[in-house]
Each structure stands twice: as structure tokens, then as C-alpha cells.
T-cell receptor, first 110, second 118 residues
């Protein structure tokens, strides 16, 4: 699977949009971009995934660049409960494991 | 939908004893489940891939005789830590993907089991 690069930490004010970048310049054509987050002492939580097109669900939006070399996860109105480690993973097929990097620690403050 | 449970959520045991951790997919079937381990302030590390009805595949450096994995059904995988020692103290997390349907490419994670070996 392609390697991803994320900033180690980010801060965001409550109520503002949190934009978390991810670089995946070596991603292959059949690899999806997946985002998970892990709140302290819990299992990772699925957020969203995409291949080429931008995606939106009830939790977040995912913007993927046209060349697919990078993406941005957007939490439109961050709350204190969004404080977590966010993982961006390039993943190509069911039946294989997700490989986690170090992720981005997002701290949302009031 | 797509809920994964783990039991127990927390366990404390004495050194030398064995501990069994269960991972269940509650509302879907999974032919493959994965076991991860996470030490404090570190990311998740894949330990093994659990395949229903066949032997598990272990990552390099993970002792298969120490970490026994059984995947007896499409909804249950167990991890047994045999002869546990303090260095086995960690957060153990499982994940699974539905075998079919719109969510089959997405893995869902259990809440984790905190193991403390005294």
C-alpha cells in the first residue's frame, strides 16, 4: 500500500472547520484513501473514504486532488469531541489489513 | 450497522497465566478479521490476520505460539495470550470487514481490550 504523510499535530477552535491534510504521492490507481480517527483509549472509528471524487457524509468531507497525490479531510464545525488522532490510509482491497502511520493529533479547544 | 464488539474490555492478570480476548462482528459476517496491538503513545501495529476456518497469518516478529488465534465462525475470532508477561501489557484491537454488501471494502474496529499483566 502507498505511504501517506500527515502533519503530527493540528489545533482548531471549536466551531471552526478543521482541515486535515494528507500526502499520498505514490498512491496507485486502485487504492482508495481512507480516513479513521481514534479517540483516546478507544478503537479506531471509520470516517470516510474515496477514490477520485470528493465525498461527503454526516461526519466529514473528503477532498481529493485531481492527480490523487493528496487529500484533505474537512470537519465542517469541529467540536471538543472531535479531539482525536486522525489517520489517513491508502488501501487497495478488502481482505487485507489497514496499515496505520502516526496520524495527526487534532486538538479542538474552546 | 457494522458493529464489532470485544470482550473483555479490560483484564488484569498475573504473570504466567493465559488470557482470551473475543472479537465479534454483531451485524455482519466476516471471513477475515485482524488483530492489532497498540502501546502507549504509539500507533496500531498489525499482529495477525485471522481467516475463518484456516490458520492465522502472523506478522514478522509476532510469536504464533504465544498469541493463539482461532476464527471458528464468520462472526467470532479469539486471541489467546499464553503465559502472559508484563511486556505483553497493551491495548489489543480487532477489526473486520463485511463479506458482502455496500460496506465490504470498509473495516470496522472493536473498542479494544486493555490487558495489564502484573
Amino acid at each position: 500500500d502507498a505511504k501517506t504523510t500527515q502533519p503530527p499535530s493540528m489545533d482548531c477552535a471549536e466551531g471552526r472547520a478543521a482541515n486535515l491534510p494528507c500526502n499520498h504521492s505514490t498512491i496507485s490507481g486502485n487504492e482508495y484513501v481512507y480516513w479513521y480517527r481514534q479517540i483516546h483509549s478507544q478503537g479506531p472509528q471509520y470516517i470516510i473514504h474515496g477514490l477520485k471524487n470528493n465525498e461527503t457524509n454526516e461526519m466529514a468531507s473528503l477532498i481529493i486532488t485531481e492527480d490523487r497525490k493528496s487529500s484533505t479531510l474537512i470537519l465542517p464545525h469541529a467540536t471538543l469531541r472531535d479531539t482525536a488522532v486522525y489517520y489517513c490510509i491508502a488501501y487497495n482491497q478488502a481482505g487485507t489489513a489497514l496499515i496505520f502511520g502516526k496520524g495527526t493529533t487534532l486538538s479542538v479547544s474552546s | 450497522g457494522a458493529v464489532v464488539s470485544q470482550h473483555p474490555s479490560r483484564v488484569i492478570c498475573k504473570s504466567g497465566t493465559s488470557v482470551k480476548i473475543e472479537c465479534r462482528s454483531l451485524d455482519f459476517q466476516a471471513t477475515t478479521m485482524f488483530w492489532y496491538r497498540q502501546f502507549p503513545k504509539q500507533s496500531l501495529m498489525l499482529m495477525a490476520t485471522s481467516n475463518e476456518g484456516s490458520k492465522a497469518t502472523y506478522e514478522q516478529g509476532v510469536e504464533k505460539d504465544k498469541f493463539l488465534i482461532n476464527h471458528a465462525s464468520l462472526t467470532l475470532s479469539t486471541l489467546t495470550v499464553t503465559s502472559a508477561h508484563p511486556e505483553d501489557s497493551s491495548f489489543y484491537i480487532c477489526s473486520a470487514s463485511p463479506v458482502a454488501g455496500p460496506r465490504e471494502d470498509t473495516q470496522y474496529f472493536g473498542p479494544g481490550t486493555r490487558l495489564t499483566v502484573l
